[in-house]
């Protein structure tokens, strides 16, 4: 935002306050300034002077000699220009001066004539024709203003002005205006701003309400829509004072009517737009959303292709602006615009800022409505126009106002508690100064200590916002530092933390290396993973604004990323991984305005590191230093994932812990990897609820122990687990170990059998074992075995 700081002083006197004091108390205040400039101090000695004489130059055709009164001397100055007169008034740069462009300007000699200065055209001096429409592009600067001869040129071109230029927070869309700085520049240096409400006489006779009619179809996207007539409009250049304060805002002045728009955005921060009244078909404006595959050529001449998430004003047939972005070309003053509608209105803010995104075209306009406008200045705005309308007597202000109200209310009141605030700060700032504080800031402040917030300060919402106010006011330099004051909380890891940071040690101990994965996967793992359609692990949780398709899910098994990762590794040409990770899934609640449950997961994914064997070992292994023994792995081949015949569920007792075999090879190409692939996902609730810190040390035993083997011959489809089971409840607290050492499938036996051969090794802790004890237990096992498995 560049504010002009000569349109400032037509609101607050600042008296003797420097431009280096101004922007640094408005930094310090919360309004930054990034920095400022002087316009008119790279001109130097530059002054009105008046043609006495014009003559031919001796010497050169196109050249002509000049007699020039500046004020103190008659000077003799030689110009190519041939738009010059005796008698006209122009911009004399004089020896030594210097222009904009940092060009020095000494005396000398053309074509053997003596000249003693420059006439300068506007480029010269840094100006256009938008400055300045009666002059002309190529030429001396012949001038019209009100201005006497030897007068610096600055004084009678408005450039003796230093503009600031403010960088204003999102959260301050009222600070885009010269109102709203000129607002916190009184309350940061204890003055009074002079703002008054603009004042609008009108014409009697016609009425708004019987030349047009507004509708506005969506009322969730425009809060209020105003909107004011001018018949018999008068199409020309601005006033020097309005086309010098809208260039020194980085605006450039165009005509009249289109100037008083520019001028009210910045002056009130409330964007407006001008609608020549007779390209209004029907009489009617209408805001809607636009039509799929409807279009508008903008006032920049481009076409811009439009979707039903854009806000559109419409007439009765066509589109005539995109809302709160930019007018229509269909619809733009033009000099012969008699008759025009003034559009003052409050859009939606996400509406107008995805609408700009969309077409590409961010406007001065856009920029201020998609941070959140006060609806309530659309009225003051559009009655100023309607002021400046009668100011510059440049058209009749029709009687009436059409004027629509959807205004949602918000919360405009909060407490004044000076005892939190001071807390808060850290300070001890009195009441009475806090509550004149507050007023600086067009707060009010009743005898309850209940603040009135105004409506244009959006931004406040909370008690800690009007501490906030009177910090930046007060100075956050008279706040005194102290030193940091509170309890002394000691810190300590959660059991499940603890639980969770000695599976990851153990695994790591075990050869495994820790992985880190994006919770956020493609739909399309799924399909990688060769799940049904109707599987149950597909209801994911969908991602409303997606960084892209390939992470538009929650995960509901952590397997797709443990594949993902060693699909990586593998077509890097490593040759053998071993990894884990310790993560969450999110399973979406049976009601879909709950949050997912989070559920955390260890997965274990490893190729060229061993077989099925090997990663039962590594589970069998961690989960025992957890306190977690007597585990139960059970034949398991309902999961798509896992090749059917070599997949198990781990049990402890009646608790399932999860699941582990070798990967589908299938879905193993479906990863692009090459060689067997052994997986396994375990509860991290159910580890957690198992886990066991008790250490129970028995001495070395005193007795020895004797070691038997049996072989088993039974069906091939006999999972051994079942005979160890027989074996360990009837051998009971004798049994010292329990080996599988050979299983054996061939032509010695029947085809579809097997052969399982155990060593069983048995101990007393209170005495040695007789051979009788030890048939008896052997014998046992066998009639177990006959009598509950299929066995030969």
């Known amino acids: 935002m560049n504010l002009s700081k000569n349109w400032l002083k037509s609101y607050i006197d600042l008296g003797n306050i420097t431009d280096k004091e101004y922007a640094s108390a408005m930094t310090m205040s919360g309004s930054k300034v990034e920095g400022f400039e002087n316009i008119g101090e790279k001109i130097q000695k530059v002054v009105v002077g008046k043609i006495l004489e014009v003559e031919k130059h001796p010497n050169a055709d196109k050249l002509v000699v000049c007699k020039v009164d500046v004020g103190d001397e008659c000077l003799q100055i030689v110009t190519g220009a041939s738009n010059v007169n005796a008698g006209d008034l122009v911009p004399v740069c004089l020896n030594g001066g210097r222009l904009p462009d940092g060009t020095v300007i000494k005396k000398g000699k053309l074509r053997g004539v003596e000249s003693n200065g420059m006439l300068c055209s506007l480029s010269e001096l840094g100006l256009t024709v938008s400055d300045f429409p009666y002059a002309i592009e190529d030429g001396i600067f012949i001038l019209q203003e009100d201005c006497e001869v030897g007068q610096d040129i600055r004084e009678v071109l408005g450039l003796n002005d230093t503009i600031f230029e403010f960088e204003i927070t999102s959260n301050r869309p009222d600070c885009l205006s010269v109102i709203g700085l000129a607002r916190e520049t009184a309350a940061t240096f204890g003055l009074k701003a002079n703002i008054k409400e603009p004042v609008v006489k009108g014409t009697k006779g016609t009425n708004i309400n019987d030349m047009l009619k507004v509708k506005v179809k969506d009322p969730d996207l425009c809060q209020r829509y105003c909107a004011r007539a001018v018949k018999n409009v008068k199409i020309e250049p601005s006033p020097k004072w309005i086309r010098e304060r809208l260039r ?181 700032i009195s009441r009475e100064r806090m509550v004149e504080i507050l007023e600086s800031l067009n707060f009010t402040v009743d005898a309850d200590n209940n603040i009135n917030i105004p409506t244009f300060r959006t931004d406040i919402e909370y008690i800690a916002d009007i501490a906030e106010e009177i910090a930046r006011i007060y100075g956050y330099n008279n706040i005194p530092s102290t030193i ?173 812990i999860g699941i582990m075999g070798e990967l589908h090879p299938l879905v193993a190409e479906n990863y692009e990897i090459g060689v067997p692939v052994y997986i396994a996902e375990l509860d991290f609730e159910s580890l957690a609820s198992l886990y066991s810190s008790d250490k129970e040390y028995k001495p070395l035993p005193k007795y020895p122990a004797v070691t038997r083997d049996i072989a088993v011959l039974c069906n091939d489809s006999l999972e051994v687990a079942e005979i160890e089971n027989i074996i360990i409840n009837v051998t009971g607290k004798l049994l010292d170990n329990l080996s599988l050492f050979d299983v054996y499938k061939g032509s010695q036996i029947e085809a579809g059998k097997k052969s399982v051969a155990y060593s069983i090794k048995l101990r007393a802790e209170d005495r040695t074992l007789t051979d009788n004890e030890i048939d008896n237990i052997m014998n046992k096992i066998i009639k177990r075995l006959e009598q509950s498995l299929t066995v030969y």
């Open 484 to 656: 940091f004051k509170g309890p002394t909380m000691e810190g300590g890891y959660t059991r499940d933390q603890k639980i969770e940071r000695k599976v990851s040690d153990l695994l790591v101990s075990l050869g495994l290396s820790e992985i880190y994965s994006y919770t956020f996967i493609s739909p399309k793992s799924y399909d990688k993973l060769m799940l049904p359609a109707d599987s149950p692990i597909r209801k994911s949780v969908v991602i409303s604004n997606p960084l892209g398709e390939d992470t538009s899910v929650m995960r509901t098994t952590i397997l797709s990323s443990m594949l993902e990762i060693l699909s990586n590794n593998y077509n890097h040409r490593n040759p053998a991984a071993a990894l884990f990770e310790i993560g969450k899934v999110f399973i979406p609640d049976i009601n879909p305005e709950n949050l997912p449950n989070e559920n955390k997961k260890v997965a274990i994914g490893m190729y060229g590191n061993g077989d099925f064997y090997n990663l039962k070992g590594i589970i069998v292994e961690a989960l025992s230093a957890l306190g977690i023994d007597n585990l139960k792995f059970s034949k398991y081949t309902e999961n798509q994932i896992f090749h059917p015949g070599r997949c198990a569920a781990i049990y402890k007792d009646n608790t399932y």
């Open 248 to 428: 020194h805002s980085g605006v450039r002045p165009i005509n009249n009517i289109v100037d008083i728009t520019n001028y009210v955005m910045l002056e009130y921060g409330q964007p407006m737009h001008a609608f020549d009244a007779s390209y209004i078909e029907g009489g009617e404006i209408i805001v809607r959303r636009a039509k799929e595959g409807e279009t508008i050529v903008t006032l920049d001449e481009q076409e811009r292709k439009l979707d039903p998430s854009m806000l559109l004003i419409a007439d009765a047939k066509k589109p005539i602006a995109l809302a709160g972005i930019m007018g229509g070309l269909n619809s733009e003053i033009i000099d012969s615009t008699t008759t025009v509608i003034f559009e003052s209105a409050n859009f939606d803010a996400a509406t107008v800022r995805r609408g700009s995104k969309k077409v590409g075209l961010r406007t001065e306009s856009s920029s201020r409505f998609e941070k959140g406008l006060d609806p309530n200045i659309a009225l003051l705005a559009i009655n100023r126009a309607c002021e400046l309308i009668e100011m510059l007597n440049c058209g009749e202000v029709v009687e009436g106002i059409i004027d629509i109200r959807n205004i949602k209310e918000r919360k405009t009141t909060l407490k004044l508690d000076v005892q939190y605030i001071n807390k808060f700060l850290g300070s001890n």
